[in-house]
């Protein structure tokens, strides 16, 4: 009777084992955050995870790599939209963006440095070196939303669809945090597309109000 519940507690063991495994090999990418690039939405020693082959739409918190190593930031731009920053303002497809997270970075940079711009002008045609105007298929724009933080699509280019973790939707840590991440505000505000729940990649165009 012993051994029995012994085996029983073992092969229960080895399956939630097996199971966490399997979701960390085809569901979830955990992440720690380092620093402080994406606050306040996300800060520095949180841990989060990426939910792999999500569908990306427009503002997304999302997990992405560049060389061996692993980056967050915010999806700007998605495949056949034209993207531009002129003169500290974000347009998409012709579109004035509004930027809720980047406010309080902003704020603060003005405050110290008010003759100058706090984003930095660039288009699809400058990330790449090219002479086009929209993201071609599978390439995104995704950028940190302290701007003064160059380690984002405006240093590396356009980021890749396939080193795209994919999007940051829980917080697992502190624990006075844990829950879903709150992103909905900043995207029923530009009219964009909110999450569905769907679990494929696809593009995206922005809903006009």
Do not use: W
Not at 35 to 61: F, G, H, R
Not at 131 to 141: A, F, G, S, T, W
Not at 153 to 159: A, D, E, T, V
């Amino acid at each position: 009777m012993v051994k029995r519940d012994l085996y029983t507690r073992l092969i229960i063991t080895a399956l939630l084992i097996g199971a966490l495994i399997l979701l960390r090999i085809y569901v979830f990418e955990p992440i720690r955050i380092h620093n402080n690039n994406m606050a306040p939405a996300l800060t520095k020693s949180e841990q989060v995870l990426a939910l792999k082959k999500s569908k990306l739409e427009n503002l997304d918190l999302v997990a992405y790599r560049n060389g061996d190593k692993k980056y967050i930031g915010r999806v700007i731009g998605i495949p056949g939209q034209e993207v531009t920053m002129f003169d500290d303002i974000l347009y998409i497809d012709g579109k004035i963006i509004k930027e809720p997270y980047i406010k309080k970075n902003e704020t603060a940079f003005l405050k110290e440095n008010p003759d100058e711009e706090y984003n930095a002008d660039f288009s699809v045609s400058s990330l790449t070196g090219k002479n086009i105007q929209k993201l071609p298929k599978d390439k995104y724009i995704i950028l940190n939303d302290n701007r003064k933080v160059f380690d984002d699509s405006r240093k590396f280019g356009l980021i890749d669809k396939s080193d795209i973790y994919g999007r940051i939707t829980f917080k697992v840590f502190p624990l006075k945090d844990f829950g879903f991440v709150q992103n909905d505000e900043a995207k029923f505000e530009n009219g964009f597309k909110v999450d569905t729940g769907s679990t494929e990649t696809t593009e995206s165009s922005i809903t006009e109000k």
